[in-house]
């Protein structure tokens, strides 16, 4: 993949174009209230919690609708506060007060989505971002597993998310001040155990086991399309050597992948997560709903300067994954070069 004509080959212009695009865009920031830049997101995190009540009751019941009703309730909230609320807490994008971030990613990552907090922001913000699709550092590596055939791997695996996460999460405490180790336990054990407890008093199951089985069922409702959208939106795009890495927008502009709309994974992702990926990644303290406000002002910017603008569907890049899965998914992926945009 090659640099659309025209583009600035010196650093200086990758620079004056990210600056050009980060002033039209905070001019939309500062012209947007409070609900806006953060209220939406947290309105919808806040009637997911609401809805958990009405969700355990639902499973009281022995009507299979009802009872269906209430798995859905509680695998879209669960998937509603572990992904769009841990991913807009690990980037301070849910308020503005330093101390309420440190409160609502330790609740979003540790509590509800059983994972630690210090690797998330390590992981995600500080490599990920910082290193979008450049090998060996932010290269979506850790979403392949070689050893799986594409079936396998695109059907089966992302059951298992429920349960690698809490183990990996553990396996990471051993590199954390013990502290840390010990906070980051406690609060992955107090969620846990707390859907556990629900299950059986409020709900109303009769053994371990099948509360055991419906917290595996409603941790792994949206699973399927969790671990789709993370590798469709950067894996088989341009990948960059770490001595070689093109200039921020250009990174970014070629790096990363906007899916449409789908209103269930919209309101349990986030837009940033699906449809405004690429207007994430270039400004990431933004709240989903002000990613998804500035979308126009970044899409327009980029198409007029003849930079890539990624877009495609998610049928068509499942069925892409799926015809090219050794090349994506096995495979060493190969480096693109951009002459003059290093």
């Known amino acids: 993949m090659e640099p ?16 050009e695009l980060e002033a039209r ?19 919808i995190l806040a009637l997911s ?3 958990l009540p009405p969700g355990f009751l639902c499973l009281r019941s022995d009507r299979p609708l009802v009872f269906a009703l209430g798995i859905t309730i509680l695998g879209v909230c669960h998937y509603t506060l572990t992904v769009k609320g841990s991913h807009l807490a690990t980037h301070g994008a849910l308020t503005e007060s330093r101390g309420w971030s440190k409160v609502w990613t330790l609740f979003f990552v540790e509590v509800c989505t059983s994972f630690t907090a210090e690797y998330a922001k390590y992981g995600h913000v500080k490599m990920h971002h910082g290193y979008t699709n ?26 298992l998310i429920p349960i690698i996460t809490p183990l990996v999460a553990v396996e990471r405490l051993r590199e954390v001040e013990l502290r840390t180790a010990l906070r980051t336990l406690g609060l992955i054990s107090l969620g846990l155990y707390s859907q556990y407890w629900l299950l059986l008093n409020v709900s109303g199951f009769q053994s371990p086991g099948s509360a055991l089985a419906c917290m595996l069922i409603t ?15 950067h894996i088989g795009l341009p990948m960059f050597s770490p001595d070689k890495k093109p200039r921020r927008i250009h990174m970014m502009s070629l790096g990363v992948l906007n899916l449409p709309r789908l209103p269930v994974l919209d309101w349990a992702f986030g837009h940033s997560l699906i449809s405004c990926h690429v207007e994430h990644h270039l400004f990431p303290r933004l709240s989903d709903n002000m990613c998804l406000k500035v979308k126009p002002v970044v899409s327009q910017f980029l198409h007029e300067k003849q930079l890539p603008y990624n877009e495609d569907s998610y049928l068509a890049r499942f069925r892409l994954f799926l015809q090219r899965y050794e090349e994506f998914m096995v495979q060493t992926p190969p480096i693109t070069e951009l002459v003059g945009l290093q």
């Open 4 to 19: 659309a004509g025209g583009a600035p080959r010196e650093s200086a212009g990758a620079e004056a174009l990210l600056g």
């Open 25 to 43: 865009v905070q001019e939309v920031v500062r012209a947007s209230s409070w609900w806006e830049r953060h209220g939406v997101d947290c309105a």
């Open 49 to 51: 919690l609401f809805a």
């Open 134 to 159: 450049v090998l060996g550092l932010g290269d979506s590596s850790t979403w392949r597993l070689p050893c799986l055939n594409r079936y396998v791997y695109m059907f089966l695996a992302p059951l």
């Open 219 to 233: 941790r792994s409702l949206l699973a399927h399309p969790y671990l789709h959208v993370n590798i469709f939106q």
